[in-house]
């Protein structure tokens, strides 16, 4: 289609089929190809413990330091256990405690830096204060600081996730809505005598939350990431819980990366196409809407 | 300017009183630091009926002849864990400010020492790894620009979004099993000998935690450059005729390095999470390394202090890069 041509389209009559291309154009096949990734992993993960798969915890399931392709699928580790089926297993913790984490990160970090945009004065003051304190250290060192000296369950790590998203994220709330708040539509929702509760919800959030969507996505694989960083620290999920930062680190001692690196392989490459699909996805999805903001 | 230094020391004051606070705070709070310090015993609950005669004491400890409520009430006065929090924080602060760090409960070694030991390690590793960050991206970021839409810049996209999207650690392991196990290019572990085995053991890791930031700064320093190629005294250069290299490198480079100055701060601290976890994957008897030991034996001064002493210098650091934006660019002072 030609520049002439789209011209005369939208001044005639807005085509709805002319704006769906023009959508679907946008977003490109990579992000069809990156969601399609993001969702077969996430069904897997969900669906693990009703997949055909071996046992992940089940010791010699196959012959030790077996390799890729041999009885097992993916081979299996020092112990046998079925390298597949563990980096399955290790989804279901990467991905639940990465959308928790980035959720938590998202709704409180959300709320106060709207708090903070729009109530300004000292609420901004104490706010900001305490997100550039929060900022001050570097996020593995402020996750470590938190999981040290608690029991590191499923939920402790997600929360560490979202304490350390919350700074990062409340700075991107808070400058949208001052950017927001003073605009027309807000105003006259203030003159008409709205309440400061209902300019908000109604007016600031749907438009503070678009961002956001984008967000989600990138943050999501900063968590995966950073429960990666966690687990090189001894401080991921306990116990027999199976992350893919747990597996990597598994896979990453001298004789086993020596001669049997795919045991850490396996999780790396699951991980890293993860990540670079939500970053890839997450991307598109911040290009679309700046095209949309300035569109319309 | 010097009004705004002053205002800037303030704040950087109260932000490192807060850090300290939020590190004390954290580890007093989320965890028992009694548990820390006289281990499963902290878990009796009797003691005020030992005090007031009502029972006899145990003999739980091993190789002690003191009763275990003895043991908790001296570690309790040793500590002051009698004592409120803040107090607590206050006089801890103190003893910072004049270097005492506190004792390893494990090694029983002065934290300061420890610190002083094993910080020039990581710090080496760190510098080493912003000095082949930037000399990567430099290069690679003014010839994307400057070849913008053509094929070496498509691929230095490319390369870059795709180092963005590998973990640190993830690289690590890879670079780890090819350059250091399959082919024995460059040592597995840190070399402590000489300063040129140190450098040598190092160039491995460095560049595993280089090329990470390497990806952010070529990224930005193409856009600015992008920006900056479209300003006037571009033009006018081009047609009086300079030669593209000389435009490049001697007009356009220097104001379009705005961004990368101000990332550098950012980017230390993800290279200090970096380096912590690298360290071990690479056996560096590090800072990093030290504390992943102190958290696995539960050894509380040592993860405190090292956590202070990082975190006050990437605080100074941040500081200091302020200031430098702010002499370079006279514009964020005014706001």
């Not at chain 1, 928790?100 to 409180?108: A, F, K, N, T, W």
């Not at chain 1, 004065?121 to 001050?136: A, E, M, P, R």
């Not at chain 2, 560096?284 to 504390?291: C, F, K, L, R, T």
């Amino acid at each position: 289609m030609t520049n002439s041509v789209a011209f005369t389209t939208v001044v005639d009559d807005i085509d709805d089929e002319a704006l769906d291309d023009a959508f679907k154009k946008r977003l490109g096949f990579g992000f069809w190809v990156a969601i399609s990734w993001l969702g077969l992993v996430s069904l897997a993960a969900l669906l693990a413990p009703w997949l055909p798969i071996a046992d992940p915890n089940e010791i010699a399931n196959g012959a030790p330091r077996d390799g890729i392709l041999g009885d097992n699928f993916m081979g299996t580790d020092a112990l046998g256990r079925d390298v597949f089926a563990r980096t399955i297993w290790g989804a279901r913790i990467s991905l639940g405690v990465g959308f928790l984490g980035i959720l938590l990160g998202i709704v409180v970090g959300g709320a106060i830096g709207i708090a903070a945009g729009y109530f300004k004065g000292l609420t901004d003051q104490v706010i900001s204060f305490v997100v550039f304190s929060l900022l001050s250290f570097p996020s593995l060192v402020l996750a470590l600081l938190i999981t040290a000296s608690l029991n590191r369950s499923f939920l402790t790590v997600a929360m560490t996730l979202g304490i350390v998203g919350i700074a990062p994220i409340s700075r991107l709330a808070r400058a949208t809505t001052i950017q927001f708040a003073e605009r027309e539509f807000v105003q006259a929702a203030r003159v008409i005598g709205a309440k400061s509760r209902r300019i908000i919800i109604k007016e600031l959030l749907p438009n503070v939350l678009v961002p956001m969507g984008a967000l989600t996505l990138l943050g999501m694989g900063i968590s995966i990431v950073a429960e990666g960083g966690l687990a090189f620290l001894g401080l991921s999920v306990e116990g027999e819980a199976i992350s893919w930062g747990k597996s990597i680190v598994d896979g990453s001692q001298t004789r086993d990366l020596n001669q049997n690196s795919h045991v850490a392989f396996v999780p790396i490459f699951a991980m890293f196409l993860t990540v670079m699909a939500l970053n890839f996805a997450g991307d598109r999805i911040r290009e679309y809407t700046d095209v949309r903001e300035t569109a319309f | 300017m010097a009004r705004f230094i002053a205002r800037r020391v303030v704040q950087l004051i109260l932000v490192l009183l807060s850090v300290t606070f939020i590190a004390f705070g954290a580890l007093n709070f989320l965890g028992d630091p009694l548990v820390n310090i006289v281990g499963p015993l902290a878990a009796i609950d009797y003691c005020d009926e030992v005090e007031a005669g009502l029972r006899e004491d145990s003999y739980t400890s091993i190789n002690n002849s003191r009763g275990d409520c003895e043991i908790i009430g001296e570690a309790k006065a040793d500590f002051g864990l009698d004592k409120p929090v803040i107090q607590r924080y206050f006089t801890w602060l103190g003893n910072i400010i004049t270097g005492d760090l506190g004792t390893s409960f494990q090694t029983q070694l002065p934290v300061s020492e420890i610190i002083a030991q094993k910080l020039p390690k990581s710090l080496m590793l760190m510098v080493m790894a912003q000095i082949i960050a930037l000399a990567v991206a430099i290069p690679i970021g003014v010839y994307s620009a400057y070849r913008a839409g053509r094929a070496v810049d498509r691929a230095t996209s490319v390369a870059s979004f795709g180092l963005l999207s590998i973990p640190n650690f993830a690289l690590g392991v890879i670079v780890l099993q090819f350059f250091a196990l399959r082919n024995q290019w460059l040592p597995a572990s840190f070399d402590d000998t000489s300063i040129g085995t140190r450098i040598h053991s190092l160039i491995l890791p460095a560049t595993v935690l280089g090329l990470g930031i390497a990806a952010t700064y070529q990224r930005l320093l193409r856009t600015d450059l992008l920006t900056t190629l479209q300003e006037d005294f571009v033009h006018m250069a081009r047609a009086k005729g300079m030669t593209d290299r000389h435009i490049m490198t001697r007009h356009a480079l220097r104001p379009s390095l705005f961004s990368l100055i101000t990332v550098f701060g950012v980017s230390t601290g993800a290279l200090i999470g970096g380096s912590l976890v690298i360290e071990g994957i690479f056996s560096i008897p590090g800072i990093g390394s030290e504390i992943v030991t102190a958290v696995v034996r539960d050894d509380f001064p040592v993860v405190l202090g090292s956590v202070v002493v990082i975190a006050t210098g990437f605080v100074v650091i941040n500081f200091f890069v302020d200031l430098l934006y702010t002499w370079l660019d006279p514009r964020v002072r005014a706001s």
